[in-house]
């Protein structure tokens, strides 16, 4: 990893310029993101009823199609759980994200395609690295492994389908470079129970050479100072001297702040994202606590934006 890292970093860094040309241009990107989505939903069931064959513009769109909010397309969602194809998007959906949301429901499932994987959260996670890389050309990041402190997945018992917390869903998905950076192996990653998880994560990354953090800040703090019990070291830069980096996302940090810097005891960079089901955002963009903005082709009735 130490020999390929230059190379990947020249690759990453190469890619700046596909996100300074949509961040300088929001209003064409996400005129270009809809056109899309419209045209490959076009012959759904929700896209005859909407008219896409005919929407080309924003203000079509917005003339087209009403306000949903989950309860309006959850009839929809229920019968894609039930094998049902060209409801909502014209590709099959195999995944579904559990979140507890914002609806009336206790949980809500969002329908994740290939297309939003792959084209969303995968092709965002390449552009985390390459701002990375460009607020920080001489970092190391990939001479080490990643560790995602995620969720958990299981097998839905209605048809042939799988929902889990979208972290889970992403780690199961991931490209072979995803599964080669990453800490521990999938099997301790995807556990249920998260007590035994953090002491499954703690015995199994405690030796690695650890380079970089993911995860939400509570379920973090209690699997660093798990680790420190283990290594008998008072804070985690004695474990993991090459760590330079924390991404965090979905709660305030300002809470978390100074006990991530008193238990890490040393200088690493802070990277605030929103990977959030219906989409990967990162609004914005600074140095130490480095924040970015990128583009989303999700599913149609979940419309991101650039900003």
């Not at 769109?61 to 060209?86: A, Q, S, T, W």
């Not at 008072?234 to 979905?250: M, R």
Request: proline content about 4%.
């Amino acid at each position: 990893m130490k020999l390929l890292s230059p190379a990947i970093s020249r690759l990453a860094r190469m890619r700046s310029w596909r996100i300074e040309n949509w961040t300088n241009n929001p209003i064409d990107t996400q005129r270009e993101v809809l056109q899309g989505l419209v045209a490959a939903a076009q012959y759904t069931e929700f896209g005859k009823k909407y008219n896409f064959n005919d929407t080309f513009s924003i203000r079509g769109f917005k003339e087209n199609v009403p306000i949903h909010e989950y309860n309006d397309l959850k009839p929809y969602i229920e019968r894609m759980m039930n094998g049902e194809e060209n409801i909502l998007w014209n590709t099959p959906i195999a995944w579904f994200a559990k979140s507890s949301g914002t609806s009336s429901d206790k949980s809500k499932f969002i329908p994740v395609s290939n297309e939003s994987l792959n084209d969303n959260h995968y092709q965002a996670s390449k552009d985390v690295l390459t701002t990375y890389y460009s607020n920080f050309p001489s970092s190391d990041l990939l001479t080490g492994k990643s560790l995602v402190v995620g969720g958990s997945h299981q097998i839905s018992k209605v048809a042939d389908v799988q929902y889990g917390d979208l972290s889970a869903i992403l780690m199961q998905n991931s490209p072979f470079w995803g599964q080669w950076l990453r800490t521990p192996e999938l099997s301790v990653a995807l556990l249920d129970e998260w007590e035994n998880k953090i002491e499954q994560l703690a015995q199994a990354t405690s030796e690695e050479n650890v380079t970089s953090l993911a995860g939400v800040p509570t379920w973090t703090l209690l699997l660093l100072k798990r680790i420190l019990q283990i290594r008998g070291k008072a804070t985690i830069k004695e474990v993991w001297p090459n760590l330079e980096l924390y991404i965090h996302g979905g709660v305030s940090f300002i809470p978390y702040r100074e006990q991530f810097d008193k238990i890490i005891g040393g200088d690493i960079n802070y990277l605030e994202i929103y990977n959030a089901s219906e989409g990967f955002f990162l609004p914005g963009r600074n140095c130490r606590m480095m924040t970015v903005c990128c583009c989303s082709r999700s599913m149609v009735f979940f419309m991101s934006s650039c900003r």
